[in-house]
């Protein structure tokens, strides 16, 4: 069994940092993608960046040079650096993975359960 888990949410003011984090357990063998979503209030859950196997990476265009995806040494971990964060950052983020495991060889989606951040004076 996958399980994610987040850290890092909380409040922020607007125009700081804050920086999430994501680890895996369990047995995946095989990541083909590391990603960070979010849902707003009313609003549908969105892709905020992903990170690809092949090294390429993709931002919604709303953090494009803001924030930053990236992986730990370790496969089963990857971040989310968020910088100068603005009010409507506001949301849940939810990390997810696309991998495989012995159990599931078939490509699955797995996710966390996710993070409150909050960006206000």
């Known amino acids: 069994q996958v399980q994610l888990v987040e850290s890092g949410g909380g409040l922020v003011q607007p125009g700081g940092p804050l920086r999430l984090s994501c680890a895996a357990s369990g047995t995946i063998f095989d990541i083909d993608v590391w990603g960070w979503y979010r849902q707003a209030p009313g609003k549908q859950r969105e892709l905020v960046a992903a990170l690809f196997s092949g090294g390429s990476t993709d931002y919604a265009d709303s953090v494009k040079g803001r924030f930053t995806i990236s992986r730990g040494n370790a496969k089963n971990t990857h971040y989310l650096q968020m910088n100068s964060l603005k009010p409507e950052d506001t949301a849940v983020y939810y990390c997810?993975?696309?991998?495989?495991?012995?159990?599931?060889?078939?490509?699955?989606?797995?996710w966390g359960q996710g993070t409150q951040v909050t960006v206000s004076s």
């Open positions: 997810n993975v696309v991998g495989r495991t012995w159990s599931q060889p078939s490509l699955t989606d797995y």
